[in-house]
C-alpha cells in the first residue's frame, strides 16, 4: 500500500497527555512494503521522524517537526512449542493490555501483572515495561526490527536489547530501530508473580490463578491511576531513583517512614513517596498538576502543554534534590525534546 501523508495533522487524541500537538505531517505504517517506503522517502529528503504507538509515554510540543509515523502493524500468532511452552508473536501495531486480555482468554499465561498498561506491543520493549514485579523483559525471546542505519529488518535477541529498569537500547538511540515484531516466551502452566505486597493483599482471601492476579491489578490500577481517557497523564512521571546504602540510611534517620526496596545496587526509593512528602499531591497550577491519589503521575487537566509540564516537572525536581539530595530522572519522552533541557 502507498503511504498516505496528511499535512498539519492533529495528534491531540493520540497522545495520552491531550496535549494539543500538531504534526507536520503524519502517516499510517501498515505493512512492511511502509516501512520500507517510509524510509527511502526519508533517505531522499531528510526530516524528523516520530515513531508514534498509543502516545502513553510521550510530552508532545505544540508543533511536531517532519514525520510521526503511527505504527498499525497487526499479527498475533501462537506457536506450540512443549506441552507447556508457548511462543507468541504479535505485531507491534497491536493493543498491549488487549494482547494481555486475549492471551489470558487462551489460556497463556506470563503476562497477568502487566494487564492495563496503556499503549502498544511495539513500545512495550522501549521502556521494558513493568509493573507489580514483571518486566516484559523477562517473557521477551526476540524483537524484530528495521534498522534505519542499515535499512534493513533483523532479529535481535533479548540480550541484544540491553534491558535494564524503564529502559533498553531502543530507548538510547531513538529513532534508530522501528520495532515491527515482538516474539514472547509464555507458559500454559500458571506461575503467579506474587513478590509486590499490595497485590497479595488484594488476592487475600481468594484462589490465586493468572485470571484473578490479572482482575487485582485491574482493580488495583484502576483505583489508583486516573483514567488517560478522563485525566491526561502519561503515567508515572518519574523513575524510582536507587541510592546507595550510606544515603538510605542517612535518609532512613531523619524519615523513618521513608518507602524502599533493597536492591542489587542499593535501595530502590519510591519516587511517588518523596514527592508526596513534599506536599505536591493534588497541586494545580495553569491547567497542569499532580495527581491526587497518585503524586508520581503529572496531569493535564486541559489547556496545559508541554512547556508547564517540563516546569513543573523541573519544580519538582528541584524540590526533591533539595530535600533528599536525590537526582530525579524523567520517565516519559520530550519530543521533539524537553524545552527546558534543550541539549536532551
Ligand atoms: P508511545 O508513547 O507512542 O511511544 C513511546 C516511545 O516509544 C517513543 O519514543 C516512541 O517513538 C517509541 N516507539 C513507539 N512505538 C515504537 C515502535 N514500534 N518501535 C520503536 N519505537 C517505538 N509504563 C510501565 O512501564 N509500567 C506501567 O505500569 C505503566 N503504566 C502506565 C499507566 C498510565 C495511565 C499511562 C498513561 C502510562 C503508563 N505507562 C507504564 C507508560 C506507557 O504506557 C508505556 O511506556 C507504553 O509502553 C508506551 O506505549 P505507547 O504505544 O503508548 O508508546
Ligand atoms: P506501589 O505498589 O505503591 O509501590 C511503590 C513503589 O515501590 C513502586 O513504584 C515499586 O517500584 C516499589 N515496590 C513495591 N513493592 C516492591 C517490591 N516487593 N520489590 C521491589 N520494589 C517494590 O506502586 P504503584 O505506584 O501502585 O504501582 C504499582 C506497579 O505498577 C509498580 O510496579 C509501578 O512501577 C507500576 N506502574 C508504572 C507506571 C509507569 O508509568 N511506569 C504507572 C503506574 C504503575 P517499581 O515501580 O520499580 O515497580
Known sequence: MSLNYRHDYPLRGLNTFGLDAVAE??????????VVALHEALQADPRPLLW???????????????VVARICLRERQLECLSDDRVRVTLGAGENWH????????????????????????GAAPVQNIGAY????????????????QQGSFRWLSRDACNFAYRDSCFKRAPGRYLITRVRLLLSRRPAPVLAYAPLRQALQGEEVSPQAVFAAVCRLRRSKLPDPARIGNAGSFFKNPTVDREHYQRLRVRFPDLVAHADGQGYKL???????RLGWKGYRCGGVGVHERQALVL?????????RIAALAEQIRRAVRAAFGIELEIE???????PLLPDD
Open 52 to 66: 508514534l504507538g498509543g502516545g502513553s509515554n510521550l510530552v508532545l510540543a505544540p508543533r511536531v517537526p517532519g
Open 133 to 148: 514485579g514483571v518486566e516484559i523483559g523477562d517473557r521477551l525471546e526476540e524483537v524484530e526490527v528495521f534498522d534505519r
Open 25 to 34: 505531517w503524519h502517516v499510517e505504517i501498515e505493512d512492511r512494503q511502509q
Open 98 to 121: 488487549q494482547s494481555v486480555s486475549w492471551l489470558l482468554e487462551e489460556g497463556i499465561y506470563g503476562l497477568e501483572n502487566l494487564a492495563l498498561i496503556p499503549g502498544t506491543v
Open 270 to 276: 519510591a519516587a511517588g513517596w518523596l514527592i508526596d
Open 299 to 307: 496531569v493535564n487537566r486541559g489547556g496545559g502543554d508541554q512547556m
Open 332 to 338: 516519559p519522552g520530550f519530543y521533539p525534546y524537553n
